[in-house]
């Protein structure tokens, strides 16, 4: 009874995790790529989203890419504010034992 609630907070911060990100200058569509990526990685396994706290990936993607337009904008007005983020992966530590 209470995961229909669950689900919806997870849709709700996909959304606004794809808005911070255009707004911090990111490409919104990647966060598109990490669902179509995670759906690859569960090769089907994933339980039917009436069983689960969780949307299913393919409702993520779609989600995600409906509400692209909106976030195209943002990343567009990051972007000309001179957002560049620019992530570089953690080394590798050779201090690790």
């Known amino acids: 009874m209470l995961l229909p609630f ?5 849709s709700e911060a996909d959304i606004v995790g794809q808005r911070f990100m255009a707004e911090a200058g ?4 990647e966060a598109i790529k990490l669902w179509e ?6 090769q ?4 039917a ?5 969780h949307p299913a990936n393919e409702s993520r993607i779609e ?3 409906a509400n692209l337009p909106k976030t195209r ?11 560049s983020p620019k992530c570089v992966p953690p080394a590798a530590s050779s201090s690790r034992s």
């Open 6 to 10: 669950s689900r919806k907070h997870e």
């Open 26 to 29: 990111f490409n919104p569509a």
């Open 37 to 42: 990526k995670m759906a690859e990685l569960s």
């Open 44 to 47: 089907g396994q994933e339980p």
């Open 49 to 53: 989203q009436w069983m689960s706290t």
């Open 63 to 65: 989600s995600l890419q």
């Open 73 to 83: 904008d943002l990343y567009r007005k990051a972007r000309s504010a001179g957002k």
